[in-house]
């Protein structure tokens, strides 16, 4: 029996095309186009010899950009850049083991891009200099320091760093990047390591790029860092699928497999997901499996629906809302009746100088972010009708 024949016949649960996960690459990356053409503007003019600004995604949480940024990554390493992915992380633990695992990085991606390329011929001087550097590892500190002169500043030893393998790869019409996910995490002193040694790349015209995702909060924590990061970067903000997009999400992995919806089953799946990347593929995948039928029916949606709603509720919202103390759960419950910082302390019966620890705590979290002056938000799209439903019970 043939693969579509058998999908003729009943829906294999191990053919299931969907993925949700964190950061897992889905079997359609729709509605990005306008970042993956950006990127792709970049690889060709490092083929020429010329350099634009690097890129700086950001979004609420499930709306995709870990996949896009790992696509983006997949993009560079075909064109056989250097490539350096890695991502930000909040705890002192997580904090040195970005630090620990920068150099080791680094080191493979300049022995992965030097293979069978014009490279070869400097990896001997490239290879000594990167040798000669060292992580000095400790509680608050990092740095990359060429041993016979070190100078103790982070963001100029880096700044070293990068320039040398920058200009290495432009010899050889590539480029070098670092591709940081949960960019808002790194610590500050790295941040602005990473920014400092950005502009003068540019300033000297060698191609190295910072390619980040984060949070909302990630544009002016990177100005916050250097006041000339705003003018660094292209922004752009990573949202919601609109609804063709979306449809196209959803129905194209399914047609692959022999399978279609219904155009009001996929309009009711689109709808309930609010477009976001994430909840279309736990639908799907739900669907999917549910379904009895190689045609997805609007009954069939309405199942999947309860099901993938019960597994959002039993993984996705839940990771966050048991990262939170009590004093900060009573916060995030109070905000889903309110925005305003304002009336959140009204509500409970706090002053917002009383609150301002709980509300910077959540932040430094990343369960919510400031969208502007007066106002928070969640990071994670459906989280007020999640509390509603958790503390109702």
């Known amino acids: 029996m043939t693969l579509y024949k058998a999908i003729l016949s009943y829906m294999d649960p191990g053919l299931n095309p969907y993925r949700p996960g964190a950061g897992l690459q889905p079997p359609e990356l729709t509605g990005r186009d306008a970042q993956i053409k950006e990127f792709d503007f970049l690889v060709i003019r490092a083929k020429h010899r010329t350099v634009d600004r ?80 060292s ?112 449809l196209e999400a959803l129905v194209l992995p399914a047609e692959r497999f022999g399978a ?28 999917w499996d549910l379904a009895s039928d190689r045609t997805f029916t609007l009954a069939d949606a309405k199942n999947a629906i309860v099901v993938g709603q019960a597994q959002l509720d039993a993984g996705f919202f839940p990771a966050r809302w048991d990262r939170a103390s009590e004093k900060e759960r009573a916060y995030m419950v109070a905000m889903t009746k309110n925005k305003r910082t304002a009336s959140v302390a009204a509500s409970l019966a706090k002053t917002m100088a009383e609150l301002s620890s709980v509300r910077q705590s959540l932040i430094n979290k990343g369960l919510i972010y400031v969208p502007q002056r007066g106002e928070v938000a969640f990071t994670v799209p459906g989280m007020a009708d999640f509390i509603d439903r958790a503390t109702a019970q």
């Open 135 to 246: 992580l000095t590892l400790g509680p608050t500190e990092l740095s990359f320091a060429p041993k016979p002169a070190a100078t103790g500043l982070l963001d100029v030893d880096v700044e070293t760093l990068v320039l040398e393998i920058a200009s290495s790869a432009r010899e050889d019409e590539r480029a070098f990047a670092i591709f940081i996910d949960e960019m808002q995490d790194i610590e500050p002193e790295l941040l602005s390591a990473f920014i400092v040694a950005q502009h003068r790349a540019q300033q000297k015209e060698l191609p190295f790029y910072v390619i980040g995702t984060g949070l909302p909060n990630l544009p002016t924590k990177l100005s916050s860092a250097r006041s000339y990061a705003e003018r660094l970067f292209s922004y752009s903000v990573i949202g919601p699928l609109d609804r063709q997009a979306s």
């Open 54 to 133: 690097p890129m700086v995604m950001s979004g609420l949480r499930g709306v995709g950009k870990t996949a896009l940024l790992n696509k983006l990554a997949g993009m560079a390493e075909q064109a056989h850049w250097i490539t350096v992915v890695t991502e930000g992380q909040t705890t002192n633990q997580g904090v040195a083991n970005v630090r620990r695992r920068l150099g080791a990085e680094i080191n493979a991606a300049l022995l992965r891009s030097s293979m069978g390329s014009r490279m070869k011929a400097g990896m001997r001087k490239l290879g000594a200099l990167v040798s000669a550097f």
């Open 260 to 287: 279609t919806y219904t155009l009001e089953a996929a309009e009711f799946l689109v709808e309930a997901s609010n477009g976001y990347p994430y909840f279309l593929q736990e639908y799907g995948k739900a669907i």
